[in-house]
């Protein structure tokens, strides 16, 4: 067991991210992150910019600039790989596709575990719950946003927290990241440091 702070923590998710989708993202430049897109955010950044129920539980990844200055949306040849090595312990249904959730041998000094979840996603057909997998493994694509109006583009959604080691994998889903008080939300651009 590897006990870590936030701190010491560290990924190479988006080394991963740029590398295993060339040539589409070969001339990344940086990402265009609006407000709602942030973590702790209490404003959805699609549609109308409603407010959110709970404050946004990860960061959405959806416009980038490359190095001509042109913007590109992530579409759904997105590969999306995991950011450190770990279990699936869940695939659920969101509203835009299916979430897949990883925990990870990392643990926090109070005994929490590290786990992390990736929104609006495939899955790979070969992909499923008890599968230990690599950091960097390619575990989904981004999937097609639903077609509905206001349309919401299709964009990923990363997740980090601290979560006790004795909750169920089943109560893992959007409602209960934001609301349970025994799991501790973490800004994935802490961890993840964002290319600028």
Known sequence: ????RPNEINSRFF???LASNRPYLAGFKKWLLQPGMLFNSL?????EKKPRPTPHEGLDLCWFEDLTGQIK???TNIKIPAAFAGKIVKIGHDFLGKSIYLSHEIFAADGRQLYTAYGHTEPL???HVGQVVAAGEIIAALAAGPGKSPKIPSHLHLTLAWIPASLPTDQLNWRN???DRTIRLIDPQSILPVPA
């Open 73 to 75: 949306q992530l579409d």
């Open 43 to 47: 404003e959805t950044w699609w549609g």
């Open 1 to 4: 067991m590897k006990t870590s």
């Open 15 to 17: 080394d991963y991210l």
């Open 125 to 127: 057909a070969a992909i």
């Open 177 to 179: 990241l934001g609301a």
